[in-house]
């Protein structure tokens, strides 16, 4: 059983170009989440989403950031005009449907994005 | 807001030596706490935490959780240089806040040989 997939595992754009990072769920998965690690600092929350819905979003910043999790496809982060602000590693992790009350999330190998 | 606090910050043992690490946290609605490994690419799942009092164990890794206290450690026996590592807690709260993940800051652990 492969584990959450993501790509591409490095991104280098300038500033003012897009990016846009994809995550593959485990199989049997429907829970994508969206997680930033900048530089020295630790994992903070951006997204959380179903297929085809996004269920909590209070960590996206307001501008330049979106996220998506269609019916068919992996869940894509997108960031427009990118800042030297946005580099940092991203990370999809993902939950099983019907997990309950609790909520074990399996992380992806991240995508290091860095912005010239 | 939901909070995590790790300590120590970083930590330096050499191998067959047995570590604690801590995880202290405030929150309104608790649902469960996690630890995670990380080494140079993605937090690695080690336990899940629901109840007080109630020991998880794999290996050489253990963990416990107290409700009341609000905290959980994470004990390593017998170390070895591949249990270096970022050592990650993780609060799940409840209400809206139910799929996401607060994180502690980490604690950076280096086995000597």
């Known amino acids: 059983n492969a584990g959450v997939m993501q790509n591409p595992r490095h991104l280098v754009r300038r500033r003012g170009q897009e990016a846009r990072l994809r995550c593959s769920p485990m199989k049997g998965h429907s829970h994508v989440y969206w997680y930033r690690q900048l530089p020295e600092e630790g994992l903070k929350f951006m997204v959380y989403?179903?297929?085809?819905?996004?269920?909590?979003e209070s960590g996206m910043p307001k501008e330049r950031f979106s996220a998506e999790f269609p019916k068919e496809g992996p869940s894509i982060l997108r960031i427009q005009q990118v800042v030297r602000g946005d580099s940092a590693a991203y990370f999809c992790?993902?939950?099983?449907?019907?997990?309950?009350?609790?909520?074990?999330?399996?992380f992806g190998p991240g995508t290091r994005l860095t912005v010239l | 807001e939901d909070k995590v606090v790790q300590s120590p910050l970083s930590l330096v043992v050499h191998e067959g030596d047995t570590v604690t690490l801590n995880c202290s946290y405030e929150?309104?609605?608790?649902?469960?706490l996690l630890w995670y490994k990380q080494e140079k690419k993605a937090p690695t799942f080690l336990f899940m935490l629901t109840s007080s009092g109630i020991e998880k164990k794999s290996g050489r890794l253990s963990s416990i959780l107290d409700k009341k206290e609000l905290f959980s450690i994470l004990n390593i026996t017998a170390t070895q240089t591949g249990d270096s590592a970022v050592y990650l807690c993780a609060l799940n709260a409840g209400g809206t806040s139910y799929g996401k993940l607060t994180f502690g800051q980490g604690t950076i652990l280096t086995v000597h040989p």
């Open positions: 989403l179903q297929k085809e819905n996004i269920i909590d």
């Open positions: 992790a993902s939950s099983p449907r019907g997990t309950g009350s609790y909520n074990e999330q399996f």
């Open positions: 929150v309104t609605n608790f649902r469960s």
